[in-house]
């Protein structure tokens, strides 16, 4: 089944939200593995707990941050593909409205005021904005 303009749309923001979770999560790793000191214990120079830790630890934000970049990937793919049905809707307050939501991740508030419309007035712009995507994505499947 193919998913609706709005929910590939949607997809777009809850990956960037995603996105900058797993961020903040890898930044929050970084800043404890540099609060870890690795030591030797005693004389048998075998590597003590704390350099176990760090070894678990680093390899956590390997894994992270290679996850991180796989979704980045695929979000710089989504936006590519956003931008190509955006670019092939007519009316340009419509691409405008979808632009400022979708690929620059504005709060419905901003675009708003920035449109020059009530918050009820966006919301209403932004129905005709997804099915004008609609019609793209079906014409595009289509072909």
């Known amino acids: 089944m193919e998913q609706s303009a709005k929910e590939f749309f949607q997809g777009i ?3 960037d939200k995603q996105i900058d979770s797993k961020y903040e999560q890898l930044e929050r790793l970084k800043a404890l593995a540099t609060k870890v000191t690795a030591t030797i214990s005693g004389d048998s120079g075998k590597p003590s ?3 176990r830790t760090m070894e678990s630890t680093v390899d956590k934000i390997i894994d992270l941050q ?3 970049n796989a979704e980045i990937d695929r979000f710089v793919d989504m936006k590519r593909e ?3 049905i955006i670019r092939q809707i007519e009316n340009h307050k419509q691409r ?3 632009e400022y939501r979708y690929l620059c991740g504005k709060a419905w508030e901003w675009i708003a005021d920035e449109m020059g419309y009530s918050y009820f ?3 209403k712009l932004h129905g005709r904005a997804l099915q004008a995507a609609e019609e793209v994505m079906q014409k595009n499947s289509e072909s």
């Open 121 to 123: 007035g966006i919301c």
């Open 82 to 84: 956003a931008n190509e």
């Open 66 to 68: 290679t996850d991180l």
């Open 13 to 15: 923001r809850n990956l």
């Open 49 to 51: 707990g704390v350099s």
């Open 96 to 98: 405008l409205c979808l």
